[in-house]
C-alpha cells in the first residue's frame, strides 16, 4: 500500500498524522488498526473488482443491526471507495473478558434482536442482496420461510456446488427429499431480524465485558438461522442459550433446526474452502432420505 493511499485513508480520521497497523483476522479483507491523535480505528480494504458493494451492504448491515437496540455493533467512521479499492472505517473496540455475565446479556440481546422485528415484518429477506463471507447472498424478499430458505439459501448454493464439481446427482436427491419435509420442521414462526452470520469469529467482548456484533449479513429469517450457527464451530457458553431461551423459548425441535438451518453455512464452507465439508452435510441429510 503506497503513503498517498494511506494517508488517503487516515485523513478521514485524522487532519494530522496517524500510521496504519496491520491485524490478523481477515481472510477476504487486509485490516488494520488506524492510529492517531483523535484515537483508534479499525480499517479493512478490498478489491472492488472482487467483491463489489461489499462494504456498502455491510454498512447497512451494522445499521439494521444498531437500530434494533439489541446488541453494541460498531460505529461506522466512513465507508468509500479510491484506487479500485473499497475502505470501511469503524470504531476500535478495545476486548474485555469473556465472563458469566458477557453469555448471560449475549444470550439476552440476541432474543431482543429477534423479538425486535415483531412489529408487523411479514417478508423474509432484505432490501438488497449482500455477502456470507466472499460469496454474494440473495435476499429476494418471499412470503414463506421454506421457499425463501430453498429458493435463496440452498438452491444457489448447491448450484455452485454443482458447477465447481463438488456435489452429484444423488446430492441433489437427498435434498429433494430434505425439502418435502421443510414444512414439518419449521412449522410457522415470527419472522425475524438475523445477523445471518453468527459464528465465534463475527463476535467480540468488549471492555466492559459487553457482546458486540460484528461482520454481519442480515435479512429478516427464521432465528434458528443464527442458533444453528453458534452450534456451528464449537458452539457458544450454555449460559447464553439459557439466557436466550428465557427471553424467548427455544423452539420445541431446536436441535433439527439448528442442523438443517446449518446446510446453508456448510454449503457455503464447501464451495469456498473444499470437500472437507460434505460429510457433514451428508450427515444431515441422510436423517430425511
Known sequence: MDREFQQWIINHVSQTSGQLVSVGGGSINETFRIECPTGKFFCKINSVDDFPGMFQTEKNGLAFLKMANAIRVPEVIWCGECQNKQVLILEWIEQGMKTSSFWKKFGGGLARLHLSSGDGHKTYGFQEDNYMGALSQMNTRHDDWVTFFIDCRLQPQLKLAENNG??????????????????????????????????????????????????????????????????????????????????????????????????????????????????SIHSILKRYA
Open 166 to 279: 463438488m456435489v452429484s446427482k444423488k446430492d441433489f436427491a437427498l435434498f429433494e427429499q430434505l425439502y418435502k419435509k421443510l414444512d414439518i420442521i419449521f412449522p410457522k414462526e415470527t419472522v425475524c431480524a438475523l445477523h445471518g452470520d453468527l459464528w465465534s469469529g463475527n463476535y467480540l467482548c468488549d471492555e466492559h465485558s459487553e457482546p458486540v456484533l460484528i461482520d454481519p449479513a442480515v435479512y429478516y429469517g427464521h432465528r434458528s438461522i443464527d442458533l444453528g450457527m453458534t452450534r456451528l464451530f464449537g458452539g457458544f457458553d450454555r449460559e447464553f442459550y439459557d439466557a436466550y431461551h428465557y427471553h424467548f423459548p427455544l423452539p420445541n425441535n431446536f436441535y433439527e433446526q439448528a442442523d438443517v438451518c446449518n446446510l446453508y453455512p456448510l454449503l457455503i464452507h464447501l464451495n469456498l474452502f473444499g470437500s472437507g465439508y460434505l460429510s
